[in-house]
Structures are given as structure tokens and as C-alpha cells.
């Protein structure tokens, strides 16, 4: 016996050794078993100090207790359909007193059951009483952790919180609800399944992903935003799947019914630009009284694309952004909900990246509910196929947060764990999480037949009383409601179905405008058009960059010690400010530094990029004396300037871009960048890339004009770190490459406002530095793919005057060749067109042979949408050029075969446009040094061999 209660302490975890080394209970009546009766002591009880054996016999009390609150969820009864272990687990633990005959795992015998213990303190069991009879003990502990709630927080290190979780669950009667409270309940219910079985009438054949088996989530939903509300949050972001989606439209942010209607009529003409996308991913935003606390909520459901779990950071984004646009650092307005499916959250890793952002300050959205719809099932999928954790959930006890299993066939436990839960994040400000353990009633979707797969759960299934019925039931049998009642409240919501289906017949056309998860007041004209369709020039006072290279090039606080090599970095700076240049570093913080004049907030996040991966940037400076004191010039430019914000990220690219993504979404008066490590790094964000940056608009109307730094190039740094795969980009813009363009005037701007997203390879900073600012500028919102540089933050000749960026000066797309070939076009033998960095390779060997009046060099800073008119110009200066495309990335990557249709359409086909490059490959780069500087001469011959091309065809 001694060996088994040495055990004990160590299932209890810090908090109650603690209390073991000082009891605070003592044993009132209960029998010593020991064959060693304790050594003489005063004991507890006599107020002296307690021996060895009475710590052990406090164990022996506590135990019992500590056992039902780590692993009761185990037993806990929460499987609806009575057939799986919500853990994967038929297992019951062997320390835990669940029937009379465990007993004897602690030496204890049925006449124990009722002897009276004072209860601990540290437990909340007994309500007002102060002692129990350990059957009572034994009772109220099952009944709290070991029935239709299974608790899992005992893993939380914080002891405060753990009690806190103890008192909501242990207290006595908490779970008894007012019959106010349980008719609105019912009539949740009652809209919920109602507004499936209407779809479900109205169009049988289509798919909707009803919420059959999980009806319970509208008003677990409803109670968990009206607990928030109560407590203060006025804006809540909702992010989730397929399952239940337009229930959650028209019931928990409460659409139009016409409007969700009408998205099921294939008649209906689109009345807006785009392709749009199918009606359960849309988007919606919606303001309006919440009608339980009476106060003004905003409520928003961000749109999503089929790929689950890919909107978890962009919801945490747009709520980071709306907390910051109304200074709400706390997170005490606004808050996000997400809604997950179980496969996809213990499947998909974006989760997990997603809380590793949860407690970053930077990232932070101060918690956020996470309600799991648990029907035990992914597709055709079983949980033992589909994870290899207990829980679906487990993934959130990295983050410390506290998990609430629930059988979804007892709504009022649902209602009063969602309720526990949302005074959980408003008063801790942590994530939890609500594990709805339900049913899927259908297949996957409506035309799928589950019993292929799965059919004696189905048949249970099928057994299965409804959830309302069994609600209904309970509530007229204890007379909270009649049956007249509950059936008047049904007809009711069937007629108002019925209205609104009427009203959507009427409808000929289908706005997708209506489905705005971010609308942007003021932004556009009232018909959702730009206001204009020009774009200002993107040059400043040359006083305003001076001004911001004496700041960027100091440091504001005074007695503030930085490292020495940063002191002759600001040295330098403040060297080509007064010579009136800027490198790239310093290009940058002009154009964030004058928009942040302009009133437009900046944000810069990534891996590293306060300091930048390449050591160039240095926006945060760290006081070399003092630990964790830092500054940030660029938020001390000027006293009402827009706040900056850079920071250093999770290593982590799909969670984190999402998150910028989302941040983007939020306002047009901003610029949001996500810079990679290295532009290769980009690929584990694809999902986010594909899905939201490329398409978003098309589908989901709404701009957004994030900007993805792509940094590195072809630098002989090997097969990764030297392409950011800008074939991927361009093969994904929408401009045709065969249409012939209408040059109206303003060709640049609808040219803009026609493409998906902007590419550029800037080749100089004061172009880096116009194509940022012209993000902001355009009178509407594109993504932005910058391929940016390495070598050329410090190239000697990568430096702009001031002359190019100053007031009247603009982001050329072409620049065109301004030297001795430019002079006699005429005489010009070859034009090369080129991109980015390799230009000054070619630059240089051009120099070398001498060959300035026979080759001309033109740059495309853009690349996509791709600039025909002034392509077209630069070919037409030179008419007897041969046309060449130099690039360094290999044949079948970088440019190429984009812009190589694009030439053959604006040349009407007349002159061909040769390739210089590398030949085609399958890894990005060599990982041989001297290959890569090989095949560099080799293509750099190519390139300036006058005869290379002559006698060929094309
Ligand atoms: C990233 C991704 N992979 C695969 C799919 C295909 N798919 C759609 S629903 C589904 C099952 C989802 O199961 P679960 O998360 O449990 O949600 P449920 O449908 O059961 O509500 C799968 C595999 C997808 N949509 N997204
Ligand atoms: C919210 O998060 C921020 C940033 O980490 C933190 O400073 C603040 O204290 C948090 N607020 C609360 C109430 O926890
Ligand atoms: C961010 O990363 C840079 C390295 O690029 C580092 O110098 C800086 O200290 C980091 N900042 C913080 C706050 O950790
Ligand atoms: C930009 O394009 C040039 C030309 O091919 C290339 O040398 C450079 O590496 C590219 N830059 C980046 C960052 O990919
Ligand atoms: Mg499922």
C-alpha cells in the first residue's frame, strides 16, 4: 500500500504537492489501514507538523478528485450515438473511482462510502457544505467531469486558471437554466434544423453540407458571440468550413434568407465582375443589435475556398487589423471565432501554425473560440484512420488552452460549456476550445450514400432521435413549453422561409457585392467602382526624403547605445543623403516613411525582417547596454504620422502570409507586406497563394493589396535560395497573351485594374521604391509579387538619385535604354530586353566588348500585367534590332514562356524575340559554384554574339 500512495504525488502535478507538503484537510473520521500506524505525531489536526503518512492520507483524499479532473474526460459520456470513444479509447482508468469495485484500487471498502471528509479548499464539489460523504464526493465528481462534458485543462500551467475552469464546472446547479433561457434554446433549435429541412425540400438534389447531427452548433454559436457581447466585444470574425455554413449565414449572422435563396437559382444572372464561387464559401458582414444584450454587434465570416483549415490565419488577421484600426490592444471589442471540422483540425498543420501565432505580441488577437464540429467523421474517413491523438483537439494543448468535449445531443451542457468558454476569452484573453461531439445524419454532402463505408454507424444513425424532438420532448414533459407552442413556433419559421423563398423567385439578378466579408466604406464610389482611373504620380518633396534619410539614418533616443557596425551602416546612410542617393534599404524606408506621412499605416512581417535576412535593413535598433530596449526610427518621422509596425515572425510561411493576407483585407489604407526568408520559401504558403492572393477578387469581390517581398535571385547560392519560381506567378496572371491590347490613355491604370496581381523584378531602388508607394496611390487594390534583390542592396551601381524619385517622377514599368544605342537607334544591331538583377551583368559585358552602340539593354521593372504599349515603342525605336530575351533563370522557369507570346502579339509576329538563358532544367540553380558562374559566361556570349542568331528561323 505505502508503494502505491508514493505514487500518488506524482499524478498531481505541482499545485497539489504543494498543498501535500502543507494540508490544509483533515481527516475527519476515517479509518488508518496502514499496517504501520503512524509514527506519534501531533499530525495536522493538532496544528503541529504533519508526518510522512498523514500526507499520504491526504493523498488518498485528494486523489480521487485530482483522478476525475485530468481524466475524466476519458469516461465521459460523449458520444451521442453511444458507439465510439470520443478519445479512440474504450480504456477507463484504473486510478479512477468510477463504480463501487474501484474502490479497491485505493484500499478503500464500500462502508468508506459514508464516512464525511472535509472537503479541500482548492474544490468547489461541496457548494456551501464543507464536508461530504465520499459517495457524495464520488457522485458530484462523476457527474461534473465523467457525463455529457469532458474536460481536459488539467495540462494548464497557470493554477489560477485551473481553478477558475474547477468553479464553472464544479459549483453545484450551475447548469440549471431559467425556462426563458431554455425556450430560447429550443428556438434555436427549432430555426437550425428547420432551415436544413427547408433547403433540403426546396432543392433536393443540391449540395449544402447540412448541419444534420450538429444542429446544436447555431445556438452554441449564438450563446458564445451573446456572451461576448455581454462582456463587451462588438466585432466578432468568424471563420469556418463547408458543414453548416449557410445555416450559420442565416441564422448566426442572419443574411437575408432571399439573398441565400436566391444563390441556389441557377437562372439568375451575375450582375458583378468576377467568377464568384459556390454559395457555401462566400463571405458576408453584417451589423445589427444583438437582440439578448440589446447593444450593436458587428459580425463577419470571412470567404473561404475549399481548402480546409487555409482560413484560420486570415481570420486571425482581419481581427488583428480591426483591433488595431480601433485601438483596441487588448482585444476587449473585437475577437474571432473559427470553426473546424475534426479530420481537417487534427489533419491540416496550417492549425498548428496558426496557434503558434496565438501569443505572439505581434500576431496576438488576445484568443480566440475554437468550436470543433466533431461528427467523428471526414469524409468516408474513421478518427482511427484519420489522426493519431485521442482528441481531434489536441493540437490546441501546445498553446496551453483549455479543451471542453461536449455531447452535441445535450444542448443546454453545449450551452452552458459555450457560454463557460466565451467568459474564458474575455476574461483570460487565451484560446479555448468547444469539441462538439455530434453526428454527421447524411452523407459527406446530400448525394453521398455513407452506409458504402460506414454502416453500422449508420444504422445507428438512423436510429437516432433528432436532437430538437429530443429537446421538444424534455421541455414539454417537465412543462417548460406546451406541444402547441413548439409546433406554433415551427410553423412560424417555416413561414418565414416560405416569405422570403417567395421574395427570392422575384429576384433576376444575383449580386455578389451582398457577400462582402470586408466592406470598405468610402473607399470606392457608390456603385463599388473606383473613383477614378488614373493613378497621381508616385514621387515626394525631395524635403520629405530628406528628411526621412536624417532619420533613418539616427537614432531618436537619447542615451541609446547601438553596436558600432550599425553606426557606420547610418554613417552611410547619412553619406548618400546628402549626396541625395539611396541604396535599396534606404529606398524602402522612403516609401514606407512617406506613406506613413500620408496617413497610411505600414506593416512589414516575416522571418527576421526587422533586422532583413541579408543585414541591410534595420528598422529595430537594439541598445547594446540594455536588454530588450529597442527603437524604431521609422515610428519617430514625423508627430502625427500613421504608426509602423515590423516584425519578426513564427518560422512559419502559410500561417504567417494568411495572417498578413487577412490584415490586408481589413483597409485600403494600408500597405501590408510579407516579406520570405528567401523567395523559395514562399511554396509552403502555396494554398494561401493560389487561393486567396491569385483568385480572391475573382471569387470574393473584395481587393486586397498585399505585398510578398520575394527576396535572393540567381546568386550561385544553389538549388534553393535562388528562385522564387516567378514561372508560378506569371503562369497564373490573367492578361491575355494573345489578345492585341486597346492602348486607351489611361492604359497603365485599367490594365492594372483588369489583372489578378502585379509582378515586378525591379532593378533599381527608386523603381522599389515607386512601385510600393503606387500600391497605395491606385484608386483600387491588386496584390504585389516583388522578386527583390540581394546583390543589388549593395551593388555599387544599384543606387538612384533623388532625381528619380522626387515630385512629377513615376514607377516606370520599361525602363528603356539610355545610352549610346538610344542616340542612333538606328545603327543598333541587337535590343536585349531584361529583368532585374541580371541587367547589370549585362550592362558590364556589354562595356567590356565595347559593343554600347550596337546593343541596346531595355528593363521590364513589371513584368505582369505585361506593358505591350511600351514594349511596343522600345521594339518600334529599333527597327533593324534583333530582339533578344535575356534572363538567368533556366529555360523553362523565370520569364520566358510569359513574356514570349506577349512579344509575338505586340509584334504582330513580325520579328522573332530570341531566348538568352540558361538551358532548361530541373532544379532551380546548381548547387556547383563554378557551374553557375560557367553557365553565366556562357549565356553572357550568347548574349553579346551579334552572329548567334543569324540563319535561324523561328
Ligand atoms: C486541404 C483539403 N484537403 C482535402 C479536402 C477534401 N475534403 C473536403 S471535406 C473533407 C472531410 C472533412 O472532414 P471534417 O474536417 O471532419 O469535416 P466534416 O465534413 O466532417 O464536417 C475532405 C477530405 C479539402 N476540402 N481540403
Ligand atoms: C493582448 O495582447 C497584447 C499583445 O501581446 C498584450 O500586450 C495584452 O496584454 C493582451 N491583453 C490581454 C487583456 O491579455
Ligand atoms: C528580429 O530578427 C532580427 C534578425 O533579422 C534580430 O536582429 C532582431 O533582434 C529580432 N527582433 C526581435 C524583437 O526578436
Ligand atoms: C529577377 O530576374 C533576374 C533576371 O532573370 C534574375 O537575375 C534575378 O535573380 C531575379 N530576381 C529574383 C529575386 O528572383
Ligand atoms: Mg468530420
Excluded at 453511444?82 to 486510478?95: E, K, N, R, T
Excluded at 458582414?285 to 470567404?303: D, K
Excluded at 483537439?393 to 488552452?401: F, S
Excluded at 527603437?631 to 500613421?642: E, I, K, S, Y
Aim: glycine letters at 6%; one cysteine or more.
Amino acid at each position: 500500500m505505502m508503494s502505491r500512495l508514493r505514487l500518488l504525488p506524482s499524478l498531481l502535478g505541482a499545485q497539489a504537492a504543494r498543498l501535500l507538503a502543507t494540508p490544509r484537510v483533515q481527516v475527519s473520521s476515517c479509518r488508518r489501514r496502514s499496517s504501520e500506524p503512524p509514527a506519534a505525531s501531533p499530525g495536522s489536526r493538532g496544528g503541529g507538523v504533519s508526518s510522512y503518512m498523514e500526507e499520504m492520507y491526504f493523498a488518498w483524499l485528494e486523489d480521487p478528485q485530482s483522478v476525475h479532473k485530468i481524466r475524466g474526460h476519458h469516461v465521459a459520456q460523449l458520444d451521442p450515438l453511444g458507439i465510439l470513444d470520443a478519445d479512440l479509447d474504450s480504456f477507463v482508468p484504473s486510478d479512477l473511482i468510477t463504480t463501487i469495485d474501484k474502490l479497491a484500487f485505493y484500499d478503500l471498502r464500500e462502508s468508506d462510502l459514508d464516512k464525511e471528509f472535509q472537503l479541500p479548499t482548492t474544490t468547489f464539489i461541496g457548494g456551501s457544505e464543507s464536508t461530504l460523504s465520499l459517495r457524495e464526493i464520488i457522485r458530484r465528481l462523476e457527474s461534473t467531469y465523467c457525463q455529457h462534458v469532458g474536460l481536459e485543462f488539467m495540462f494548464i500551467n497557470d493554477a489560477e486558471q485551473c481553478q477558475w475552469i474547477r468553479q464553472k464546472f464544479e459549483t453545484p446547479g450551475v447548469m440549471r437554466f431559467s425556462s426563458e433561457e431554455k425556450r430560447t434554446l429550443l428556438a434555436r433549435l427549432v430555426r437550425s434544423m428547420r432551415f436544413e429541412d427547408f433547403l433540403a425540400r426546396k432543392w433536393s438534389s443540391e449540395k449544402r453540407f447540412g448541419l444534420e447531427g450538429c444542429e446544436v452548433m447555431i445556438p452554441a454559436l449564438k450563446t458564445i458571440i451573446d456572451k461576448s457581447s455581454e462582456m463587451g466585444i462588438e466585432n466578432v470574425i468568424l471563420g469556418m468550413p463547408h458543414r453548416g455554413r449557410l445555416n450559420v449565414l442565416a441564422n448566426v449572422i442572419r443574411k437575408d434568407l432571399e439573398q441565400i435563396f436566391c444563390q441556389f437559382d441557377p437562372k439568375l444572372e451575375a450582375a458583378d465582375e468576377g467568377s464568384g464561387d459556390v454559395k457555401y464559401h462566400l463571405g458576408m458582414y453584417h451589423e445589427r443589435i444583438n437582440r439578448v444584450t440589446n447593444r450593436n454587434i458587428a459580425l463577419s465570416l470571412v470567404a473561404n475556398p475549399s481548402h480546409l483549415e487555409a482560413v484560420d490565419p486570415v481570420v486571425q488577421g482581419k481581427t488583428k487589423a480591426e483591433q488595431f484600426y480601433r485601438g483596441d490592444a487588448q482585444g476587449r471589442k473585437v475577437m474571432s471565432i473559427l470553426v473546424h471540422g475534426d479530420a481537417a483540425f487534427a489533419g491540416q498543420g496550417v492549425v498548428y501554425e496558426t496557434f503558434h501565432l496565438s501569443d505572439l505580441p505581434s500576431y496576438t488577437t488576445n484568443g480566440t473560440v475554437h468550436v470543433v464540429v466533431n461528427n467523428q467523421i471526414g469524409f468516408t474517413t474513421d478518427p482511427r484512420m484519420a489522426r493519431s491523438s485521442p482528441y481531434p483537439t489536441d493540437v490546441a494543448r501546445v498553446v496551453n488552452a483549455p479543451i471542453f468535449h461536449v455531447n452535441a445531443d445535450d444542448p443546454e451542457a453545449v450551452i452552458y460549456v459555450c457560454s463557460v468558454a466565451a467568459e474564458w476569452r474575455n476574461t483570460f484573453n487565451k484560446d479555448v476550445v468547444v469539441d462538439l461531439v455530434c453526428y454527421r445524419r447524411r452523407g459527406h454532402n446530400e448525394m453521398d450514400e455513407p452506409m458504402f463505408t460506414q454502416p453500422l454507424m449508420y444504422k445507428q444513425i438512423h436510429r437516432q432521435v433528432p436532437v430538437l424532438k429530443k429537446y421538444a420532448d424534455k421541455l414539454i414533459a417537465e412543462g417548460t413549453v406546451t406541444l402547441q407552442e413548439f409546433e406554433e413556433e415551427i410553423a412560424k419559421y417555416d413561414r418565414i422561409c416560405e416569405e422570403a423563398y417567395g421574395r427570392s423567385k422575384d429576384k433576376k439578378i444575383l449580386h455578389i457585392k451582398h457577400w462582402l466579408d470586408s466592406p470598405w466604406p468610402g473607399f470606392f464610389n457608390v456603385d463599388g467602382e473606383p473613383k477614378s482611373m488614373t493613378c497621381p504620380a508616385t514621387g515626394v518633396p525631395e524635403d520629405v526624403l530628406t528628411h526621412i534619410g536624417g532619420v533613418a539614418s539616427s537614432v531618436p533616443l537619447e542615451d541609446f547605445t547601438i553596436h558600432t557596425g550599425l553606426s557606420r551602416i547610418l554613417r552611410g546612410r547619412a553619406d548618400m543623403t546628402r549626396k541625395r542617393t539611396a541604396d535599396w534599404a534606404l529606398a524602402e524606408y522612403m516609401a514606407f516613411g512617406s506613406l506613413l506621412k500620408e496617413g497610411i499605416h505600414v506593416r512589414l512581417s516575416g522571418q527576421d525582417v526587422e533586422r532583413g535576412t541579408f543585414s541591410h535593413r534595420h528598422h529595430v535598433l537594439h541598445d547594446q547596454e540594455v536588454d530588450r530596449r529597442t527603437c524604431v526610427p521609422m515610428n519617430h518621422l514625423w508627430p502625427d504620422q500613421a504608426p509602423y509596425t515590423v516584425c519578426n515572425s513564427s518560422l512559419s510561411e502559410y500561417g504567417v502570409l494568411g495572417f498578413e493576407l487577412g490584415y490586408a483585407m481589413a483597409s485600403p489604407n494600408a500597405l501590408v507586406l510579407w516579406e520570405a526568408q528567401f523567395g523559395d520559401f514562399h511554396n509552403t504558403a502555396q494554398c494561401i497563394i493560389d487561393q486567396f492572393v491569385s483568385t480572391g477578387q475573382a471569387k470574393w469581390v473584395r481587393h486586397n493589396g498585399i505585398v510578398l517581398l520575394l527576396p535572393h535571385g540567381m546568386e550561385g547560392m544553389g538549388p534553393e535560395h535562388s528562385s522564387a519560381r516567378p514561372e508560378r506567378f506569371l503562369q497564373m496572371s490573367n492578361d491575355d497573351s494573345d489578345a492585341y491590347p486597346v492602348f486607351s490613355k489611361d492604359f497603365e491604370v485599367s490594365q492594372l485594374y483588369d489583372c489578378n496581381w502585379i509582378v515586378a523584378n525591379c532593378s533599381t531602388p527608386a523603381s522599389y521604391f515607386h512601385v510600393l508607394r503606387r500600391q497605395i496611390l491606385l484608386p483600387f487594390r491588386k496584390p504585389l509579387i516583388i522578386f527583390t534583390p540581394k546583390s543589388l542592396l549593395r551593388h555599387p551601381d544599384a543606387k538612384s538619385s533623388f532625381d528619380q524619385m522626387v515630385s512629377g517622377t513615376s514607377f516606370q514599368r520599361v525602363i528603356p535604354e539610355d545610352g549610346a544605342a538610344a542616340r542612333a537607334p538606328g545603327q543598333v544591331r541587337r535590343l536585349i530586353f531584361c529583368t532585374g538583377k541580371v541587367y547589370y551583368d549585362l550592362v558590364k559585358e556589354r562595356s567590356g566588348r565595347g559593343l554600347e552602340e550596337q546593343v541596346a539593354i531595355t528593363r521590364l521593372e513589371q513584368i505582369s500585367p505585361f506593358p505591350f504599349d511600351l514594349i511596343k515603342q522600345e521594339a518600334e525605336r529599333y527597327p533593324g534590332a534583333e530582339l533578344v530575351w535575356c534572363q538567368e533563370e533556366h529555360k523553362n522557369m523565370g520569364y520566358y514562356d510569359y513574356i514570349s507570346p506577349r512579344f509575338m502579339t505586340i509584334l504582330g509576329r513580325t520579328r522573332p524575340i530570341w531566348y538568352v538563358g540558361r538551358d532548361p532544367a530541373a532544379a532551380p540553380a546548381t548547387g556547383n559554384r563554378n557551374t553557375h558562374l560557367v553557365s553565366l559566361k556562357k549565356f553572357l556570349d550568347t548574349a553579346f554574339n551579334l552572329q548567334a542568331f543569324e540563319g535561324k528561323t523561328f
